[in-house]
């Protein structure tokens, strides 16, 4: 009988911890996920924007070691593999961008990297710091609401969902003025 019990406490315990971890790691504090994690919608292109040097290349233009390294980022990303972006980080007065990764899901790309206070003071982070911009000039932005702080040296990461059609060059602008604009080419369309 005191077995039986034992082993019935260690299972409905077992089962808690479990529930435990679950609630845990859904409610946004699980280990390993990115604190910045945003959908982006896209927006027509506004004539009020600065002038962009669109994401793309035309062939003739293009070394072969270029074109090679492009071909292989498409097909990964084909293939709904990871790829490396081609400018992985940006480093500017107050802040360090990395992107550590992409992949394509569906009719959508998935971007995710981190974003360190390189400064001395706190950073704070609005929600439309980030932006990206495709190759035929469509801005990509987000609506969410929330901030992230930093302290001096503290890094998050993000996993940022933008709606890319395949085949687009796309680059990732993180604007937090004064500071200059940190711009990283993530990919490029190939033009004939």
């Known amino acids: 009988m005191s077995d039986q019990r034992t082993t019935i406490t260690m299972l409905a315990l077992g089962v808690l911890i479990a529930l435990a971890l679950i609630a845990f790691g859904s409610s946004g504090g699980g280990f390993g996920s990115p604190e910045l994690t945003r959908r982006f919608a896209a927006r027509p292109p506004d004539p009020s924007d600065p002038p962009f040097d669109l994401p793309r290349i035309g062939v003739p233009q293009a070394s072969p070691d270029l074109l090679r390294a ?45 974003v360190r206070n390189a400064g001395n003071r706190d950073l704070i982070i609005p929600p439309g710091a980030f932006v990206f911009r495709d190759s035929r000039g469509v801005r990509y932005t987000t609506g969410t609401s929330s901030s992230v702080t930093l302290a001096p040296g503290e890094m998050t ?20 003025p004064p500071d200059p604009p940190l711009e990283q080419t993530l990919t490029l369309e190939v033009v004939e």
């Open 157 to 176: 990461t993000f996993e940022f969902t933008v709606p890319l059609p395949p085949d687009r060059g796309l680059t990732l602008i993180f604007d937090l």
């Open 70 to 114: 492009l071909e292989e980022v498409r097909t990964r990303l084909s293939e709904g593999r990871t790829a490396a972006a081609l400018t992985p980080t940006a480093i500017g007065p107050r802040a360090e961008v990395h992107v550590s990764g992409m992949r394509r899901n569906g009719d959508q790309i998935i971007v995710s990297g981190s």
